[in-house]
């Protein structure tokens, strides 16, 4: 209601639950909400953005996204491709991302050296602009030089992090091949939040072969 006649954005909208999902696809078509508690409906005029880290399709076919909402809001699709796979605007971000922050903490840092800023490129990105705003964040906090140079980087800057508090993927003796392999799939999944594109990217498998050793694991009880 309160964003009648303008604009609304739906972030993450995959995580939404389903049963959400289906309100939200009345209200896109008849164009008229329900307060809480209220009997009456109101009539709304409301552009409405949808975003996802996930692929669409992928996410329709695990039964995590409505096929008739995608549809519904699938009219004009912009895909943002991974940071990974735009590198040569990283030094613009990074500065633009600077600005902000300068403001935001009250900083006055006028860029990042040259050694960070490859250190970035080498880096694959796994949580793209968000990471990165994250990772320049902290470090705009402790740092009091004009240059953000690599000493104020998180100190496990470039390491996936582990998936429990204690440690990450140990591999002792007595795990086999297969149970070594589920874990460090299962491990990898978790990482990604269950983005099971950026999983098989990072395992080096192909996203066929990884839902095949889901499907072999969920067969096997595991």
């Known amino acids: 209601e309160l964003a009648d006649g303008g604009t609304l954005l739906l972030d993450e909208i995959g995580e939404m639950p ?5 309100k939200l ?3 896109l078509e008849d164009s008229r909400v329900r307060r809480l508690g209220s009997k009456s409906e109101i009539s709304v005029d409301v552009r409405v953005l949808a975003a996802t880290n996930k692929i669409p399709e992928e996410a329709v076919a695990q039964g995590q996204l409505r096929s ?10 912009v895909r943002m491709p991974p940071l990974r796979d735009h590198l040569e605007d990283l030094e613009d971000l990074v500065l633009a991302l600077l ?4 403001q935001k903490h009250n900083r006055s840092l006028k860029g990042v050296e040259s050694d960070v800023l490859e250190a970035f490129r080498q880096y694959s990105w796994p949580g793209n602009v968000r990471e990165l705003r994250n990772t320049l964040e902290r470090a705009v906090v402790v740092c009091s030089m004009d240059l953000l140079t690599q000493k104020y980087l998180p100190p496990d800057f470039g390491r996936p992090a582990p998936t429990s508090a204690d440690d990450g993927l140990r591999l002792r003796p007595g795990y086999t091949v297969a149970e070594t392999e589920r874990r ?9 939040q269950n983005n099971k594109t950026r999983a098989a990217e990072m395992l080096g498998i192909s996203l066929k ?3 095949n050793k889901l499907k072999q694991y969920e067969s096997d009880g595991g």
């Open 184 to 192: 460090l799939i299962r491990e990898t999944l978790a990482f990604t």
């Open 18 to 22: 389903i049963a959400t999902q289906a």
């Open 209 to 211: 072969t990884l839902h």
């Open 99 to 102: 600005e902000d922050l300068n």
């Open 68 to 77: 008739d909402l995608y549809y519904r809001l699938n009219v004009v699709q």
């Open 25 to 27: 696809l009345r209200v």
